[in-house]
Structures are given as C-alpha cells and as structure tokens.
C-alpha cells in the first residue's frame, strides 16, 4: 500500500509536471500567435525582397548592356499593341456582317 509520505510525493511531482506543461503551452501560444507570425513572415519576405534587389542592382552594375536590353525588351513587349497602330502594322479586324435583326428591310 502507498503511505501517505508517498501520495504527498507523487502530487508534488504531478504539480511540478503541470507547473512545466502550462509554462510550455504559455511559451508555444506566444510563439504561435498570430500577429507575432505575421510579423515574422512580413519581414522575412522583406529581407528576401531586399536581398533579391541588391543582387539585381549589382548584376545590372556588372552587365549594363544585357540589363538595358532586358528593359527595353519588357518595354516593347507591353506597348507592342500601340506601336504596331503607330506604325500601321496593325491588322483590323475584319468588320462584322450586321445581324439579320438589324437590316433595313423595303
């Protein structure tokens, strides 16, 4: 049989494995809150965003031809639709047959 020098062991014990387990939910609830996550994937995104870039500037530093050209590229590609009516390169559309509805009918 226990005596009661062992049971009063035994809830110490028990009491000091909650004190620790509660200590460690208070520690992941911190760790895992929701604007503490936030916040540290807002600057881990900032970090990479600001290291992409250098890296971008010194590569545009080494090779400013290939840079500029890439540029230039992207340029033309978005007003290729502009350009092309500029210079009359631009195929119109064929115009479309008016709908039967439409006709004037004598």
């Not at 807002?42 to 010194?58: L, M, N, P, T």
């Amino acid at each position: 049989m226990s005596t009661p020098a062992d049971v009063a062991a035994a809830e110490a014990r028990a009491a000091e494995a909650r004190a620790r387990l509660n200590g460690t939910v208070e520690q992941l609830q911190g760790q895992l809150a929701p604007r503490k996550l936030a916040r540290t994937a807002a600057d881990s995104v900032s970090e990479g965003a600001q290291s992409a870039a250098r890296a971008s500037i010194k590569t545009a530093m080494m090779h400013p031809g290939a840079a500029t050209g890439g540029v230039a590229a992207v340029v033309l590609f978005l007003c290729r639709k502009p350009l092309a009516r500029a210079l009359g390169l631009a195929k119109r559309p064929p115009s479309p047959a008016k709908p039967p509805h439409f006709r004037r009918v004598r």
